[in-house]
């Protein structure tokens, strides 16, 4: 076998184990999406409130849930991960219409508490963020697109469970 034999026999080794190791990742993936979306949507369906965008700091309807689930908002997201300053509610739907899942705690829990929520949101994945919320009800709500769980006690199971199943399930697959 000559040496430009050998090279095109490399090449052509090369591009079948990249198409075939491609196609079989491909497939992992899918399966694993699969056995996501056949799961049910947790937490309580809200009323659709819309998904209009509106003008920065321009007056839109009041959410009817707290913490919104859906409805008017910015044209910017919010970002993944843990927040520690107050982001407007009009760039956490929208980050949410792209999939993310939030957690939002009550603002003053003890930091004992949060740190049980912050190690449950580290050890899940998926979209999300995670921040304190002023006139939340209950210690732990969990939001994604539609839907809303309100946690009278901090459960990190479901925390997970509930990011893990709920994020990147919403109209629009984009950055959040």
């Keep these: 076998m000559t040496t430009d034999q050998k ?12 198409v075939i190791g491609g196609t079989w990742l491909s497939s992992k993936e ?18 659709d409130e819309g998904a209009g965008h509106v003008a920065k700091n321009a007056s839109h309807p009041a959410y009817r849930s707290n913490p919104p689930t859906s409805g008017p908002h910015w044209a910017g997201v919010a ?13 956490i739907l929208h980050s949410m219409e792209h999939g993310a899942t939030v957690v939002w705690y009550k603002e003053g829990l003890e930091q004992s508490q949060i740190n ?3 190690e449950a949101f580290n050890n899940s994945s998926g979209k999300k ?3 304190a919320r ?7 709500a969990l939001t ?20 893990e199943t709920n994020n990147d399930r919403a109209p629009e697959k984009a950055p959040i």
Excluded: C, H
């Design 129 to 131: 963020i995670m921040l």
């Design 30 to 47: 899918g399966e694993k999406n699969l056995e996501k979306l056949s799961k049910q949507m947790m937490g309580e369906k809200m009323a």
């Design 7 to 18: 090279v095109i026999a490399g090449i052509v080794s090369l591009t079948l184990i990249i």
């Design 134 to 140: 002023k006139d939340l009800g209950v210690p732990v």
């Design 144 to 163: 994604s697109w539609g839907y809303l769980l309100k946690l009278q006690t901090i459960d990190e199971s479901v925390i997970k469970e509930f990011i």
């Design 79 to 91: 970002g993944p991960g843990i927040k520690y300053e107050i982001v407007p509610d009009e760039l």
């Design 116 to 118: 049980r929520i912050k």
